[in-house]
């Protein structure tokens, strides 16, 4: 149970903008504030999740600098590690932050790191199998999943669609 619904009722209320999967942003929503979101909602949670997504130029190429016989896994904890310089809960920590008070760095943290992750995954991804591939930018008009796959180079219905379920089950 999450919040008084299981996860087979909230892949049914979670469905957005015609998709026949929930929407990982607006579970983020649900999760974050107990309330089955609407599409403005969703819309908000959608660029909010962009614009926290970029990864600094530096991660990408130490992704980019590592063998193909590197681990997914391995590449993949290296990148999370190496975003932690820009920790707004490590830089308030190392200021003398207040305990009572952690929890709002480590909240914007929380989110940061999410919206990163399928950048972060697409760029090892691109790296391993297509040879390197440049990883395009979010689009802003795409949410979580479809901005996925698109960097993944497989945006279409189908893929996007077990992309969005993927994410939200993960979420």
């Known amino acids: 149970m999450y919040r008084n619904h299981n996860l087979f009722e909230l892949c049914e209320l979670l469905k957005f903008f015609g998709s026949d999967e929930p929407n990982p942003e607006a579970l983020i929503w649900y999760l ?19 614009r926290r997504s970029k ?13 193909k016989d590197v681990h997914p896994m391995t590449q993949f904890s290296m990148g999370v590690l190496a975003l932690q310089k ?7 920590y190392r200021g003398g ?3 009572k008070i952690y929890w709002e760095t480590y909240y914007d943290d929380s989110l940061d790191l999410m919206a990163k992750l399928p950048r972060l995954a697409a760029i090892i991804y691109n790296n ?8 395009p930018e979010n689009r ?5 999943a479809r901005n996925f796959a698109n960097m993944l180079g497989l945006d279409n219905k189908e893929f996007y ?3 969005s379920h993927y994410l939200v089950l993960h979420r």
């Open 140 to 144: 802003s008009d795409y949410d979580m």
């Open 55 to 67: 990864i600094p130029k530096d991660v990408e190429t130490l992704l980019s600098s590592l063998g």
């Open 86 to 92: 820009d920790s707004k809960f490590a830089k308030a």
């Open 97 to 99: 932050v207040n305990k």
């Open 161 to 163: 669609n077990l992309v």
């Open 128 to 135: 391993i199998y297509r040879d390197g591939k440049p990883t």
């Open 32 to 50: 974050m504030t107990g309330n089955i979101p609407n599409e403005e909602q969703v819309t908000y949670m959608i660029g909010a999740m962009n």
